[in-house]
C-alpha cells in the first residue's frame, strides 16, 4: 500500500488549506482512511477518520467544527479541508489506511505534508 500525501504548505492564521491523500490499494472503498499530525517536540496525534462505508467520520476534539474529511472512492483518495486555521495546527500530517472498520492502530502511513500556520 503506498499513501501519496499532497497540499499543505504555509498558510495564514484565520485561513484554509486542504490536504489530499491518494492510495493504491484495488478497492480503497474496503478501507478506513484517516489523518493524524506531529508538531515539533509532539507526540503523533489522530486528527480525523472515515469509516470504509463513509458513515461515520470522527475528529480530536481540537479540530472540531473547523476541518473535515471526506473520501472520493472513485479516485481512491481522502481529503481533510482545513478552515479558520491556528498556529497550534502546524504539524506534518500524515495519511493512514487500514482494513479494519474504526483501527485503533493503523497499519499503512504516508510520508506527511506539512502545515505552517503563521501567526
Known amino acids: 500500500v503506498q499513501l501519496v500525501e499532497s497540499g499543505g504548505g504555509l498558510v495564514q492564521a484565520g485561513g484554509s488549506t486542504r490536504l489530499s491523500c491518494t492510495a493504491s490499494v484495488r478497492t480503497f472503498s474496503r478501507y478506513s482512511v484517516g489523518w493524524f499530525r506531529q508538531a515539533p517536540g509532539r507526540e503523533r496525534e489522530f486528527v480525523a477518520s472515515?469509516?470504509?462505508?463513509?458513515?461515520?467520520?470522527s475528529y480530536t476534539a481540537s479540530v472540531k467544527g473547523r476541518f473535515t474529511i471526506s473520501r472520493d472512492d472513485d479516485r481512491n483518495t481522502v481529503n481533510l479541508e482545513m478552515n479558520s486555521l491556528e498556529p497550534d495546527d502546524t504539524a506534518v500530517y500524515f495519511c493512514v489506511v487500514d482494513e479494519v472498520y474504526s483501527p485503533k492502530i493503523w497499519n499503512y502511513w504516508g510520508q506527511g505534508t506539512q502545515v505552517t500556520v503563521s501567526s
Open positions: 472515515i469509516t470504509m462505508n463513509g458513515r461515520k467520520t
